[in-house]
């Protein structure tokens, strides 16, 4: 998606060899308009699907889940990360070690909202090492229902995340891949594709 | 709002005197159109402020947030509970009690993103003792940027929070106000009028 690619250039912070900071339009901040053309790529990539929920975790992942689910007209689920008062009852759970915050939480779905008939589009800001998006399949996979797909914002290519969930024969489409950050500089996969 | 009270009464329930579940459409599984109707009603009652940026907290307050940011074509900051690893430097923190889960957080914004020429909307999902939005405006004033007004979804009036926003003069719009969740009911404050 050249759009998002164009505004992580423009205002995305190279911190690391392995982390991009996006705070300026997804992370912390939140371009809504932006956010709507996000939403309407990953409904197009996933219209012929027959997507009938979007599953995804707090907190960056709400945003671009939420314009997703306004363009194909579904509910989202957000799982949670940490206890909440309401969500206590009929839990779906799963172990999610998370690359940024190097810690370990057990992500939390209501049965309530995810039947065996249900057809998931997983969707998440960044895919790192996968622990995320597969936590949530396994969610998905606990109730029974189908993972019809996985969208992601941004992919770090050079990380194992994209394999591990195309080695589960998933349809995984990913708006901007990332091959390097190397040298504080973003490389975009088809860049290095054309050297 | 018709739509946002009928949806109380049909999707909520009441879990206790004080507590009201609404995981159904918005803090758990979140209906995105109806969300969207949630963003232009808060447009509508803040078009005249003169918004430049809407300032929210994580996670039930992202989808509202977002939706009103959409409406008014601004930007939208969601305050951090917990610690990221991109969120770092340049903070601006406020301690803030939550009612829900009964624990402080401190709430962390960057500086990066909110200026002293700022019209701030903050927007959050629930309010009862005033203290997420108190912490919101708290780091606004700190920006010394304007709090131009605050929009809240389901405000339950029987509690403290209300009045203390209200009196600190500022223009408090609640999509709903629950006057009363006694008896496993939901009574809105208009009922209550006219009685």
């Known amino acids: 998606m050249d759009l998002l690619k164009e505004k992580i250039v423009a205002e995305g912070k190279v911190l690391s060899d392995t982390v991009l900071k996006v705070d300026a339009f997804l992370n912390h901040q939140i ?19 027959n997507i009938t929920k979007i599953l995804t975790l707090e907190s960056s992942g709400i945003a671009p889940a939420t314009m997703a689910g306004l363009e194909l007209d579904v509910p989202v689920i957000f799982a949670r990360k940490r206890q909440s008062l309401t ?80 080695d589960k024969g998933v349809k995984v489409e990913s708006l901007a891949i990332i091959d390097s950050l190397e040298n504080k500089q973003v490389v975009f996969k088809e860049e290095v594709r054309q050297q």
Chains 1, 2 share one sequence.
């Open 31 to 49: 371009d809504p308009v932006f956010m709507q053309e996000i939403g309407k790529e990953f409904a197009n990539r996933f219209r012929d699907k």
């Open 87 to 166: 969500l206590t009852n009929n839990l779906l759970t799963a172990d999610v070690y998370s690359f940024t915050k190097q810690t370990t939480s057990k992500i939390s779905v209501s049965h309530d909202f995810i039947q065996a008939d249900d057809r998931v589009l997983v969707i998440d800001d960044f895919l790192a090492n996968g622990q995320a998006a597969l936590g949530l399949m396994d969610i998905a996979e606990q109730a029974e229902a189908t993972v019809a797909g996985i969208g992601i914002v941004i992919e770090k290519g050079f990380q194992e995340g994209g394999q591990a969930l195309r």
